[in-house]
């Protein structure tokens, strides 16, 4: 179902982000994101250079390679168009992601590596959704292997959102021993 009507408008702002999962002939696999800004007005950037309307304020990409434990074995990204040229500069960044796991725990690690000064906020919002794309992309092969239980043999997925809580129609199909509805 689509959103509700608004009152008239006008556009200003557009930002689209494209988000796709390979499987590499190799066995790892890359997720790759994109992220293109544009406005529907020429504006005057803080340089005092104008950019024309439909321009890319931001074009930027982020190729993360995962293994099939959705440990980042490598991380690349580029800028193609910026508000400053020492946003190039950033996309060496994103390295301090090489070795960790995308798991419980991957935004705060991407917060405490590239927060602030420390990277480029336009990359490191990408890195959110990369992650969930690494997860739809090796969805098969995680769903034949065993559903992962804590030491109660209570499935990690319960209560970990909306649909997976324990009082709803999805635990109670799946896991009626665990259904607390």
């Not at 420390?118 to 990369?130: D, K, R, V």
Request: aromatic share 4%.
């Amino acid at each position: 179902m689509p959103l509700p009507p608004s009152v008239p408008r006008d556009e200003l702002h557009l930002r689209r982000i494209e988000l796709r999962g390979y499987r590499r002939h190799d066995g790892l696999y890359d997720i790759e994101a994109r992220m293109v800004d544009t406005k529907t007005n020429e504006i005057k950037l803080l340089d005092g250079r104008p950019l024309p309307s439909g321009e890319p304020l931001h074009d930027m990409s982020v190729r993360m390679v995962v293994d099939d434990a959705l440990t980042v074995v490598d991380i690349v990204a580029s800028t193609d168009a910026s508000p400053f040229g020492i946003c190039r500069e950033a996309t060496d960044t994103l390295g301090t992601m090489k070795g960790l796991r995308i798991a419980h725990g991957w935004s705060q690690a991407v917060r405490k590596r590239l927060s602030g000064r420390s990277g480029c906020t336009h990359l490191t919002e990408l890195l959110g959704p990369l992650a969930t794309v690494a997860f739809q992309t090796l969805s098969q092969l995680r769903q034949a292997k065993p559903t992962a239980v804590d030491a109660n043999g209570k499935p990690l997925k319960i209560d970990s959102c909306y649909a997976y809580a324990s009082d709803r129609e999805v635990v109670k199909r799946l896991w009626p021993l665990h259904y607390r509805g």
